[in-house]
């Protein structure tokens, strides 16, 4: 199994550009989440899904989309990209809810 | 909304000394887990705490779970330069969905 599979590693913008982060995984995990990490801060909560077809908003959702169209898949999308998004975006996944957390090896984005 | 405390922010030891960061909470937890992030990694889950006054042990890692469920340490003994890294808590308030909430973590640095 690869586990949880996250594109690209690295990535640059312009203000007000846009991207889509990919995360996918093999381990037919029914919860899926998106963290961004910033130096000093932890993880923050931006979206997550607890199944195909269902999402809802973290802690930290403004200026993001997300969808989850399969189990394995579970796109971050950035609209009107801002240097606040700066930051490594890392996925993960769960079984369940409140169970360990597989993760990514992260996307680290800068915006410029 | 809820927050959890982690404290140090940061430690640094001589190898050989032992270490330990402690995550506290205001509320009543449902669990608490415990991850370790290498410099330049990803977040990989160390334990899960579940009972209250649980002490679970990992080789030189020791990680105990408050009586009133409200507070975690993490601490290690005889530290190695390959215990370098962020230690994170990750707690769940019991809420439907079982987010985590991630602390802010304690980066480790050892001197050989």
């Known amino acids: 199994n690869a586990g949880v599979t996250q594109t690209p590693k690295f990535r640059i913008l312009k203000i007000g550009q846009s991207m889509t982060l990919q995360c996918t995984q093999d381990?037919?995990?029914?919860?899926m989440y998106w963290y961004r990490q910033d130096p000093g801060m932890g993880l923050k909560l931006i979206y997550y899904?607890?199944?195909?077809?269902?999402?809802d908003k973290g802690e930290v959702p403004n200026g993001y989309n997300v969808s989850r169209s399969t189990t394995e898949d579970f796109p971050l999308r950035l609209e009107l990209a801002a240097p606040s998004q700066t930051s490594v975006y890392f996925c993960?996944?769960?079984?369940?809810?409140?169970?360990?957390?597989?993760f990514g090896s992260g996307t680290q984005l800068s915006v410029l | 909304g809820q927050q959890v405390m982690q404290i140090p922010q940061y430690q640094h030891v001589q190898e050989g000394e032992d270490f330990t960061t402690y995550c506290n909470s205001s509320?009543?937890?449902?669990?608490i887990q415990w991850y370790k992030q290498r410099p330049g990694g990803h977040p990989v889950f160390l334990i899960q705490?579940?009972?209250?006054?649980e002490v679970k042990k990992q080789k030189r890692l020791t990680f105990q779970f408050g009586e009133a469920k409200k507070n975690s340490s993490l601490h290690i003994t005889a530290t190695q330069t390959t215990d370098v890294g962020t230690y994170f808590c990750?707690?769940?308030?019991?809420?439907?969905?079982?987010?985590?909430?991630f602390g802010k973590g304690t980066k480790l640095s050892v001197k050989p």
């Open positions: 993960a996944s769960s079984y369940q809810g409140g169970e360990k957390l597989f």
């Open positions: 381990m037919n995990h029914n919860y």
């Open positions: 899904s607890v199944g195909a077809g269902i999402t």
């Open positions: 509320t009543t937890l449902s669990n």
């Open positions: 705490l579940v009972k209250s006054g």
């Open positions: 990750a707690v769940d308030y019991g809420g439907s969905q079982g987010n985590l909430i």
